[in-house]
């Protein structure tokens, strides 16, 4: 039903000549700001949401972003290339790569094996111990949390590796060099025939000035201040701190909505009209990705207990021994949308930590992409194999717990 109505605004957009709005984050857009205007009931929890998100995580998260992308063009080491030679090794980088937050080093790894360099084994270590961006919510959030459960991620992810290579060899399922220059080759004939995307890349000065300030504030209300009193009496009733963590989150939405494809997965290089890349722009698309799936995870959590009450909780509360499980098989979808959900369910109390463990283990990030599109079976066989240690994980807290 959903898909069917997705495909009949598309046509239809398409049809009146708003081919640009025809995509499905575009779509969600539309319908979100749909319901802000036309609800008076709906609207004063959506706007809640957007601002709380954008104040208490969107802040954090940036800076996070911005302190490891300016380390990682610090160090300058292309880990990547240095893995082919590593041999048993392999699987302890491929490990720490993926470990790292964000899905660029997991993208390198998964990269190196489909030019036929390493071993299916770094895969599994790779996918295992990859949280994608989800670790930077976490990170921004609860700091020591998020370093155990990377470095939970990373100790699995090597073992696992290791045993991998043993039981099949490192040439087990390798694609040969050829193949990736040939799949290469044809992806960039048919980049080059798309046309220009539509850009609102004008918004970009504005997203930072309204983000500056918002550091200060949401630093503040992290602090139990009343930022609200700030701006005086006067001032304080209209409720401008509200107002600026909304407008600041829809700044997100709209440019996640209308971000170029050509930009590549969360975690990649982003570069500028004249080719060179741009740090800035890196942590602005990767800030509004993890913004936006933030927001649909506020207002999934909050739209489920404004319509059933206390029903929502209720259920997790009578099904716990099955929520890990839940939280394990999400971490099978491709991309960081859904695990950036889990990790908000989890910081808002709703899912126990151990279905935050088995989640990020699961969790392939958006390395699984790549994976799928240039080695698939390779790509399938090591998401089922990442399932044992994020079953044991999971419930071996749980039930310890």
């Known amino acids: 039903m959903t898909e069917l109505v997705l495909r009949t605004s598309r046509l239809a957009l398409e049809w009146t000549g708003l081919k640009h709005f025809a995509h499905p984050n575009r779509l ?6 749909s319901l802000m205007m036309f609800s008076s009931e709906l609207r004063p929890l959506i706007l809640g949401a957007m601002s709380d998100a954008y104040l208490a995580v969107t802040v954090f998260v940036a800076g996070t972003l911005a302190v490891f992308y300016m380390l990682e063009k610090g160090l300058g080491v292309d880990l990547g ?7 048993q090794w392999q699987a302890p980088i491929a490990s720490f790569l993926g470990a790292l937050p964000g899905c660029g080093g997991a993208i390198i790894v998964v990269t190196q094996y489909t030019k036929g360099s390493i071993s299916f084994g770094s895969v599994v270590a790779v996918l295992i111990s990859t949280m994608g961006d989800a670790a930077f919510l976490l990170l921004a959030r609860e700091p020591l949390t998020g370093a155990a459960v990377l470095a939970t991620g990373f100790v699995c992810g090597t073992f696992a590796g290791w045993i991998i ?20 080759a044809k992806e960039k004939l048919e980049a080059n025939a798309k046309k220009k995307p539509f850009s609102l890349d004008f918004l970009n000065n504005i997203w930072l000035a309204i983000l500056i300030p918002s550091i200060a504030i949401g630093l503040a209300l992290a602090f139990l201040v009343d930022v609200d009193a700030l701006f005086g009496a006067s001032l304080a009733a209209y409720e401008p701190t509200l107002w600026i963590g ?70 997790f509360q009578t099904w716990a021994p099955f929520v890990p499980l839940v939280a394990i098989l999400i971490g099978f979808i491709p ?23 088995g989640n990020a283990i699961a969790n392939d990030g958006d ?35």
Request: overall charge negative; charged content about 10%.
């Open 246 to 315: 909304a407008t600041g989150a829809l700044l997100c939405l709209t440019l996640w909505a209308f971000s170029s494809p050509d930009q590549g997965h969360v975690g990649q290089e982003v570069t500028d009209i004249n080719g060179q890349s741009s740090m800035l722009k890196r942590v602005m698309k990767d800030t509004n990705f993890v913004t936006s799936w933030v927001v649909f995870g506020f207002l999934a959590y909050e739209l489920g207990v404004h319509f059933t009450g206390s029903g929502i909780e209720t259920w």
């Open 81 to 87: 290339q240095k893995m082919a030679g590593a041999k």
């Open 28 to 33: 969600l857009l539309i319908t979100l700001l």
């Open 335 to 357: 991309g960081c949308g859904p695990q950036i959900v889990v990790v908000t369910m989890y910081l808002n109390g709703v899912v126990p930590i151990a279905a935050l463990y």
């Open 165 to 184: 290579d043993y039981i099949h060899g490192q040439d087990f399922m390798r694609p040969s060099k050829e193949e990736y220059e040939n799949k290469v």
């Open 367 to 401: 390395a699984l992409f790549p994976a799928i599109a240039l080695a698939p079976k390779a790509a399938i066989l090591a998401t089922l194999y990442s399932a044992l240690p994020a079953l044991v994980i999971a419930y071996g807290i749980y039930f310890a717990g």
